[in-house]
C-alpha cells in the first residue's frame, strides 16, 4: 500500500527557514519522481518543485532561489528547504508521488 506522509510545518515569521518531510512507503522509491505542491485559502493547488528519480530538478518562479527540494533515497524521504519564507507562502503543502498519489499535506504559515 503506497503512503506519503508530509511532515515539518509550522508557524514561523517572514524570512525565516523550514524544513518540510515526505515519508513514502510502499513502491520503489528510488525509480520514481516527486513534487511538492501547496494550495492556499481559496486557491487552487499549484506546483511547487520536482525532483526526478537521478536527482534532476525543477522550480516554480514564486520558489526559485528560495526552496531546495532533494531527496534521499535510502530513507525513502523527500525534502523541501524553504528559505527566505514570505507571507504568500503560507498554504497547506502537499508531497506527490508522480503521476498521481499525494500525500495529506502539512500546514505553513508565515506571519509576524
Known amino acids: 500500500q503506497v503512503q506519503i506522509v508530509e511532515s515539518g510545518g509550522g508557524l514561523v515569521q517572514p524570512g525565516e527557514s523550514l524544513r518540510l518531510s515526505c515519508a513514502a512507503s510502499?513502491?520503489?522509491?528510488?525509480?520514481?519522481?516527486m513534487a511538492w505542491y501547496r494550495q492556499a485559502p481559496g486557491k487552487q493547488r499549484e506546483y511547487v518543485a520536482e525532483?526526478?528519480?537521478?536527482?534532476?530538478?525543477n522550480y516554480a518562479d514564486s520558489v526559485k532561489g528560495r526552496f531546495i527540494i532533494s531527496r534521499d533515497n535510502a530513507k525513502h524521504t523527500v525534502y523541501l528547504q524553504m528559505n527566505s519564507l514570505k507571507p504568500e507562502d503560507t498554504a497547506v503543502y502537499y508531497c506527490?508521488?508522480?503521476?498521481?498519489?499525494w500525500g495529506r499535506g502539512t500546514q505553513v504559515t508565515v506571519s509576524s
Open positions: 510502499g513502491f520503489l522509491f528510488s525509480i520514481y519522481s
Open positions: 525532483i526526478s528519480n537521478n536527482g534532476g530538478t
Open positions: 506527490k508521488k508522480l503521476p498521481n498519489t
